[in-house]
């Protein structure tokens, strides 16, 4: 009822923050409750908002970054002061490497006491920790400023080069009210938010003449080009063009791994004889060795054109000699209408070597997962996951460990974009759980999670998490016993080496303990019927895959990376 005596209706920080982030279609947050949002936790989530609550804030931020991937809105991350804070800050930083957009969003202490340093609770100026670590970072102090702080967070994540934003929210804020009508008129409805940044028609024209005159072309995808969401018309470009391509990790399935025109299966014979290369959403860091040394063949040997919104990336390693700055949809779809109707077809001995050499390579790896070694090794049991993949296509795989990644990335085929989530730029371990929730809250599709014992370790709590949500996600540890291997010894005795864990360690129990169903499989055919169980139930699983201890070498495939001593014994 209302009569003209009532006093107008108020609303508060806590609502402001919220209907901000619903009016911007965000439907997810991932958190760690505590002062001072605890009851922002409750109001979003009896307001409709999806609150998925885990069990520490790096697996909650890993879940935004991943979120904000497979989307394009980016993931919110909600955590409470200082401790908290940190806990996703190394999250934070990962999206941000990765370019993927996600908003950290922290409750902080009073101002005044932090400022003057005071001791407050939790007291720590996160503004300034949060800056160099990510795209833009903002405070609001003020309940009218909300939807503006809202606002340039949504269009810092996702505009040019996504990333990761921090956004500060002081305790005071939540309480701070203010009449409803003037706070429903102060938030903002983000229009445009990436928009689309197209290429200059001479920038187009050059890629263009330079990929014509190329006798050995080659096409690299990264994973902005799997962000960007515009997979028919890469395809097309690919299909047209008649050029061979190698996906980066998280760019495999962008058109199916087992597509004829795919060179992975012959990565190190197309990077050293290629002599143009295109680059799409892919940078040229140490996973493309910088674009130069043994990895590009001989030196000055190549030309390279790159697709990419941010026009700094150009040059950073070698020279681009055809830049193509813009989005990767506008860029694709232009470098599409430029091609006419005539374009020929890479020389076939370029095409037809390579494919000879994949044949022959693929023929080799078909021998090697045939083999049923007597104790399961990589192989033989990625075996069984390359052939779930292939029976469910829309099943998201995620991977992180040092063997269990390099092999699986070669060994697991994808089909569908998007669909593989793994340790990205940083080679960081620990992303697992926080990627395989997200995957399977905003997808619902089932969740293949290939762990190495080590880096499920850096997660494993959040199957409660899994567990709580009912999620159909399969955890599959990769248990060897340690980091890259089993078998490392103290010469002193005493403790274990440092690579090396409890041997046969029994995760699957961890998975029970949370009312899920834990496997402990010691074949290929015992991982291949509890694979099949969970990925048709969908309900929460472990499966402990027993490997063998002696398989994996150090480092897995970068080994060269580990500084050497100088000095010998
Ligand atoms: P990978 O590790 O798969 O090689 P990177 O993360 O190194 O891929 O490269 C991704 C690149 O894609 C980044 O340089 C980023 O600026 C770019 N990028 C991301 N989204 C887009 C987009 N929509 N349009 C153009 N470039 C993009
Ligand atoms: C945050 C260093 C790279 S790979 C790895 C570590 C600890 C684990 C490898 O063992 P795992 O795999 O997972 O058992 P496998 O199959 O070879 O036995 N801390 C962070 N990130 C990284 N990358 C490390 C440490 C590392
Ligand atoms: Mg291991």
Redesign the pocket.
Known sequence: MTNDTQAPEQTDGFHLVIDALKLNGIDTIFAVPGIPITDLTRKAQAAGIRMISFRHEQHAGNAAAAAGFLTQKPGICLTVSAPGFLNGLTALANATT??FPMILISGSSEREIVDLQQGDYEEMDQLAIAKPLCKAAYRVLHAEDIGVGIARAIRSALSG??GGVYLDLPAKLFAQSMDAEAGKRSLIKVVDPAPRQLPAPDSVQRALDLLKGAKRPLIVL???AA??QCDADIRALIEKTGIPYLP????KGLLPDTHAQSASATRSHVLAEADVVMLV???L?W??SHGKGKTWGTPASKQFIQ????PT?MDSNVPIAAPLI????S?VSALLAGLGNSWAKPPADWTQGITERKEKNQAKMAATLALNPATMNFHSALNVIRNAVKARPDAIVVNEGANTLDFARSIVDMYEPRKRLDV??WGIMGIGMGFAVAAAVVTGKPVIAIEGDSAFGFSGMEVETICRYNLPVCVIVFNNNGIYKGTDVNPLGGDLAPTVFVKNARYEMMMQAFGGVGVLANTPEELAKALDEAVKSGKPTLINAIIDETAGTESGRITSLNPQSAKKK
């Open positions: 990765n370019c080069r996504p990264g994973k902005g962000y960007a980066m990790s998280m760019a959403g892919a940078r860091n996973l493309l697709i990419d919104i941010s990336e813009g989005d990767i949809g860029c990205g730029t």
